[in-house]
């Protein structure tokens, strides 16, 4: 399996403008994470899924962020507009099970940078 | 809500000490534990992990972990580091009553071995 799947790798913006972050989970896992990562703030999770189903999004900072999951292989996260706090890596990984006794994959991030 | 504690925010070891990181929790029902390691530029991924059963768990590259009910502790150990050890290590908990599929992490313990 290629692993979990994230795309861009990288993405530059400018402020205001709509990013989009894309994440493949691994074929037949049923939990998918987006997480943030910053010096700053270190790792935090901003939504989950369960079954393509929204579980929490405590973690989403404000309105501008939302995310999808319109099917088992494909969740967008989107900042619209976005800000130069919005700068960091932005990591989705996925878990084999609803249940809790799995670990979880991580992809390889995106790294954003708004100026 | 559970929460970790990673005291140790950032270790400096010269090539082949011994390594502890200290890893607290806060919950006091059935917990799963995790250590992840984050290398340089790269994403999260599993190095250990503890369900049930034998509280002394080995994972990979020589690192073990040891669950301390009583303690509510679950810190990451390795015998004699590497210089290839430097990166960040993060301790998780995953409550499987509560918040299923959702892991708590800890700040992170950023791991620096000089060769």
């Known amino acids: 399996d290629a692993g979990v799947i994230q795309s861009p790798r990288h993405e530059v913006t400018e402020m205001g403008q709509e990013v989009t972050l894309r994440c493949k989970p691994i074929?037949?896992?049923?939990?998918l994470f987006w997480y943030r990562q910053t010096m700053m703030r270190g790792l935090e999770l901003l939504i989950y899924?369960?079954?393509?189903?929204?579980?929490?999004d405590s973690g989403m900072p404000e309105d501008r962020f939302s995310a999808k999951m319109p099917n088992a292989s494909f969740s967008t996260l989107k900042i619209q507009p976005s800000e130069p706090r919005d700068s960091a890596v932005y990591f989705c990984?996925?878990?084999?099970?609803?249940?809790?006794?799995?670990?979880?994959?991580f992809g390889p991030g995106t790294r954003l940078t708004v100026t | 809500a559970q929460s970790v504690s990673q005291h140790n925010h950032h270790v400096i070891l010269s090539e082949a000490a011994s390594l502890e990181l200290g890893c607290n929790y806060s919950y006091g029902g059935t917990v799963n534990l995790f250590w992840y390691v984050q290398y340089p530029g790269q994403h999260l991924q599993l190095l250990l992990k503890y369900f049930s059963g034998d509280p002394l768990v080995k994972g990979i590259k020589g690192f073990e972990a040891e669950f301390i009910k009583s303690k509510f502790s679950f810190n990451l150990r390795k015998p004699s580091v590497q210089w290839s050890d430097t990166a960040e290590y993060f301790c998780a908990v995953n409550a499987p009553h509560t918040n299923a599929g959702k892991s708590t992490f800890g700040d992170g313990t950023t791991l620096t071995v000089k060769p």
């Open positions: 074929s037949g896992h049923n939990s």
């Open positions: 990984a996925s878990s084999p099970g609803t249940g809790t006794f799995h670990e979880q994959y």
């Open positions: 899924f369960n079954n393509n189903v929204p579980i929490d």
